[in-house]
């Protein structure tokens, strides 16, 4: 879990089968959206655009998330795309260790 101000309330809300769920359908669509050229390879290189030169930010939000891609204008379309669906996967992650940490459960157990 990175350090930041999480605003993710909406997570918190959310039972560990939705949790899960979404987590499952976001890992999906990023898998069937972005799974040729790889990004990281020289293809996905050219086809998506050069890495972020920064993680989630300082600030866990979606809207926050949005703003970054609306500040560096070279990564819209699809390597904003897929910024967004990444913080999205980095946030479900950062919920579910805080709950298994919560109770003192290893992470994948939770399912």
Same mark, same amino acid.
């Given at each position: 879990?990175?350090f930041g *101000?999480n605003?993710r309330?909406d997570?918190?809300?959310?039972?560990?089968?939705?949790?899960?769920?979404?987590?499952?359908r976001?890992?999906?669509y990023?898998?069937?959206r972005f799974?040729?050229?790889r990004? $990281?390879?020289l293809k996905g290189m050219i =086809?998506?655009?050069?890495e =972020?030169p &920064?993680g989630? $930010?300082?600030i866990?939000?979606?809207?926050?998330?949005?703003? =970054? *891609?609306w500040y &560096?204008?070279? &990564?819209r $379309?699809?390597?904003?795309?897929?910024?967004?669906?990444e913080?999205?996967?980095?946030d479900l992650?950062d919920?579910i260790?805080?709950?298994?940490?919560t109770?003192?459960?290893?992470? =994948?157990?939770l399912?």
């Amino acid at each position: 879990m990175r350090f930041g *101000i999480n605003l993710r309330s909406d997570l918190a809300k959310l039972s560990d089968a939705e949790l899960a769920a979404e987590l499952d359908r976001l890992c999906e669509y990023r898998k069937a959206r972005f799974a040729t050229p790889r990004v $990281g390879s020289l293809k996905g290189m050219i =086809w998506y655009g050069p890495e =972020w030169p &920064f993680g989630r $930010g300082p600030i866990h939000a979606r809207w926050a998330y949005k703003i =970054w *891609i609306w500040y &560096f204008w070279p &990564f819209r $379309g699809p390597r904003g795309t897929l910024y967004l669906v990444e913080c999205e996967i980095k946030d479900l992650r950062d919920e579910i260790q805080h709950r298994a940490s919560t109770r003192k459960v290893a992470p =994948w157990a939770l399912r």
